[in-house]
């Protein structure tokens, strides 16, 4: 029975996958309907997360911004399944690159790049673009404590060209796939979730809050010399978006972790102010303050 379930769900996720798309965004409204209107999917921490990051905005404001999340965070559910059947390495019309020449350049080049991003627009379709470019993507995730969810989550995201590695293992894989010279590839990080408190290591303004951000993508483009890049979404309907490239770090200047992650921080914050819905509002963000938790002297 452990295993018929696991395998019924994935079939079932498999001909989802397939239905027309008038079709798919029809069920993201049925979707909404339950996630939003009746379960009220965490609703205070999306209202409250508004509003202490855009103070001077009336709450009628704050309430339209949190109905627009819940509308393209039952997309995304759709959209997920949606890329369980799109095919790798081809350009795809559902996430256009606008710069793609610059992906093109670095590939070229024969350089091993970092790509960082935050859980802004659809992040899982970060890689189609990447993968067009000609990169092979390590595509760092953090396993989850249910073994099936950490299942269908690696179906749903293993594709040809896709290397996933565990947060702890990153190092370790990155050290070996310089050592083997093989084809470029592009270590894909999400990096603005909350670190744990023991890895707060820097603090920067965001979002009208102090605000803890990891600082690996940065250690790891300094030590491995790698040019860091931060990626944009824009959206333009139901499964359709369009990225863009923007450099953050060379690879050799003499910058800083702060200065380097305080770039990123940056750039995602000015993305949330275009389109504020398309950030991950039912994140838990703040759960640490500067005060509760300064930095070591």
């Known amino acids: 029975m452990n295993r018929i379930i696991p395998g019924l769900i994935w079939l079932i996720l498999l001909i989802l996958s397939w239905l027309p798309g008038f079709i798919m965004r029809f069920l993201s409204y049925l979707v909404h309907a339950v996630v939003f209107l009746f ?5 205070e921490v999306v209202i409250t997360n508004l509003r202490h990051s855009f103070p001077d905005l009336p709450q009628q404001e704050l309430n339209k911004i949190a109905s627009k999340f819940y509308q393209h965070f039952s997309e995304l559910f759709l959209e997920m ?5 799109l095919k790798p390495k081809i350009k795809s019309r559902r996430m256009q690159l606008t710069n793609q020449e610059v992906l093109s350049r670095a590939f070229e080049n024969r350089q091993n790049i970092i790509i960082i991003t935050g859980h802004y627009g659809n992040w899982e379709w970060n890689v189609l673009p990447i993968l067009a470019s000609g990169y092979r993507i390590l595509g760092v995730y953090k396993p989850q404590s249910s073994k099936f969810a950490d299942q269908l989550m690696k179906n749903i995201r293993q594709k040809p060209g896709i290397v996933l590695v565990p947060m702890k293992d990153t190092l370790r894989v990155i050290k070996r796939e310089i ?3 093989s084809s470029p590839f592009a270590l894909l ?3 603005d979730q909350i ?3 023991v890895d ?3 603090w920067t303004p965001f979002l009208n809050q102090e605000t803890a951000f990891f600082t690996g993508g940065a250690k790891l483009a300094k030590r491995f010399k790698l040019p860091l890049f931060y990626l944009d979404q824009v959206k333009h309907g139901f499964a359709r978006y369009e990225a863009g490239i923007t450099p953050v770090y060379d690879g050799s200047a003499s910058l800083s972790d702060g200065e380097i992650t305080g770039e990123f921080a940056r750039l995602l914050e000015v993305s949330i102010r275009k389109e504020p819905y ?3 509002w039912s994140h838990r963000r703040w759960k640490y303050t500067k005060q509760e938790l300064p930095l070591p002297l």
């Open 195 to 197: 670190p744990a408190e």
């Open 179 to 181: 050592q083997e010279n």
């Open 39 to 43: 379960l009220r999917y965490r609703s």
């Open 189 to 191: 990080l999400i990096a």
């Open 278 to 280: 398309l950030w991950l």
């Open 200 to 202: 707060i290591r820097f």
């Open 81 to 85: 399944i949606l890329i369980i059947r």
